[in-house]
């Protein structure tokens, strides 16, 4: 069974920080691009950050470009996201997904990506 499972959300404080972590199981997830998107109450799931299958591409969003990191661990199979001087308008659920295409480039579309973790709640305290 192809499975995405996230940790690491919380409260957190404006300005504090945030470790989450995707673990992968039942594909060869090294070989595919990985993305983390968010959706807060009221708006669209929209993407956050995404690396290559290799780790030597890498993208994000205006809106967090300086203060997150996306990073993955290919022989754990793990993909983290380190968040740093968090803001309240980072608070929404996180997911974690992989890219359906076999070593294909990193997208920033939802529709992308066919295998989505359940999420994880980020709160920031103002």
């Known amino acids: 069974q192809v499975q995405l499972v996230e940790s690491g959300g919380g409260l957190v404080q404006a300005g504090g920080s945030l470790r989450l972590s995707c673990a992968a199981s039942?594909?060869?997830?090294?070989?595919?691009?990985m993305g983390w998107f968010r959706q807060a109450p009221g708006k669209e799931r929209e993407f956050v950050a995404g690396?290559?299958?290799?780790?030597?591409?890498?993208y994000y969003a205006d809106s967090v470009k300086g203060r997150f990191t996306i990073s993955r661990d290919n022989a754990k199979n793990t993909v983290a996201l380190l968040m740093k001087s968090l803001k309240p308008e980072d608070t929404a659920v996180y997911y974690c997904?992989?890219?359906?295409?076999?070593?294909?480039?990193?997208?920033?579309?939802?529709?992308?990506?066919?295998?989505w973790g359940q999420g994880t709640q980020v709160t920031v305290a103002s």
């Open positions: 997904a992989s890219d359906q295409i076999f070593r294909g480039p990193v997208r920033k579309y939802g529709s992308s990506y066919d295998v």
């Open positions: 690396i290559s299958w290799s780790g030597g591409s890498i």
């Open positions: 039942g594909r060869t997830f090294s070989n595919y691009a």
